[in-house]
């Protein structure tokens, strides 16, 4: 399984830009914006996924309308406030749990929710903290998280590649569920490089408290681009024992690189519906396809 730009990927990224874009200006700004988009399209590598495509929409956007670079700002505050807010309580509902480290994955899931860029104006603070009542009792794959917790048992390093703000504090979470249960393992968090929608960077992982060394990945794309990854970021990989990936662009961006990497999110658009078989915001844990 690939995720490299295909129709579907192209019709959506036009859309959603195209939809942002006539409620900031005329029509024939519009075109002129469309027009650098199409050109976009064309210079964007064939193997490259959608994700490679945000910094530049960005520019984009800011070129011809003003947009800010950091233009998810406000909900990337927004969504810290949320998790801080219930913070103690939820690592507490972890700690309580039959079992503390699946207890704090399905909150990280659940925290994927957290996706301004995705899911846009369908995101919910209220409708998050259903879910979250609910938590407990979300389905994973357990034999693919009997496998993860067997590696933690035994690994040494565990680099953490995160996806958006706000969700990042639920990674905290779980994240300190797995240092109480796996204390030989030193864990890493990766975060982005820059402004990327409302992904989470080193000022979202000081919002939140992270307890853990937090590095970045050099770039300002969504996702994983392994080939545009800072020196830091690229060796962290390449040593780590386990990696665990959040978010739909973490998957876009590296599934198929062979690392031991256990990817965790929620399925928000209809390539994944597509892929893995699983209607919209199904919780999912998926392996890497290597041997075990």
């Known amino acids: 399984m690939r995720f490299s730009m295909n129709p579907h990927c192209l019709q959506c990224h036009l859309r959603r830009n195209l939809d942002l874009a006539c409620t900031l200006g005329t029509d024939e700004q519009a075109m002129d914006f469309a027009r650098d988009l199409m050109e976009l399209y064309l210079r964007a590598p064939r193997e490259v996924s959608s994700p490679w495509l945000a910094p530049e929409t960005a520019r984009l956007l800011q070129k011809h309308y003003g947009l800010d670079l950091d233009r998810y700002r406000l909900e990337k505050e927004a969504s810290n ?9 939820l690592r507490e509902k972890a700690v309580q ?42 389905e994973l794959d357990g034999e693919v998280y009997r496998q993860l917790c067997g590696q933690l048992e035994k690994g040494g390093k565990l680099l953490y590649l995160t996806d958006n703000a706000g969700e990042i504090g639920f990674d905290r979470i779980f994240a300190e569920m797995l240092a109480q249960r796996y204390p030989q393992m030193a864990i890493t968090f990766c975060v982005r490089g820059g402004n990327a929608l ?8 000081a919002a939140v408290g992270l307890p853990f060394p937090v590095i970045d990945n050099g770039n300002c794309i969504p996702g994983t681009q392994l080939d545009q ?45 597509q892929q893995f078989g699983k209607p919209l915001l199904t919780p999912m844990l998926v392996r890497e396809l290597q041997n075990p």
């Not at 409302?198 to 992982?205: L, S």
Request: with cysteine; aromatic share 12%; hydrophobic share 50%.
């Open 81 to 89: 406030r949320f998790v801080m807010e219930r913070f103690d309580q």
């Open 97 to 138: 749990a039959p079992d503390p480290v699946l207890a704090g994955l399905q909150l990280a899931i659940l925290g994927n929710y957290l996706d301004f860029s995705a899911l846009g104006k369908n995101v919910s603070f209220e409708k998050l903290d259903q879910m979250l009542d609910d938590a407990l009792g979300m």
């Open 198 to 205: 409302n992904d989470a960077t080193r000022a979202d992982a």
């Open 229 to 273: 990854l800072s020196l830091e970021a690229k060796t962290a990989l390449e040593t780590a024992d386990v990696i665990f990936a959040k978010g739909m662009a973490n998957v876009e961006t590296m599934y198929g690189c062979g690392w031991n990497v256990y990817y965790a999110f929620l399925v928000k658009c209809q390539l994944f519906v």
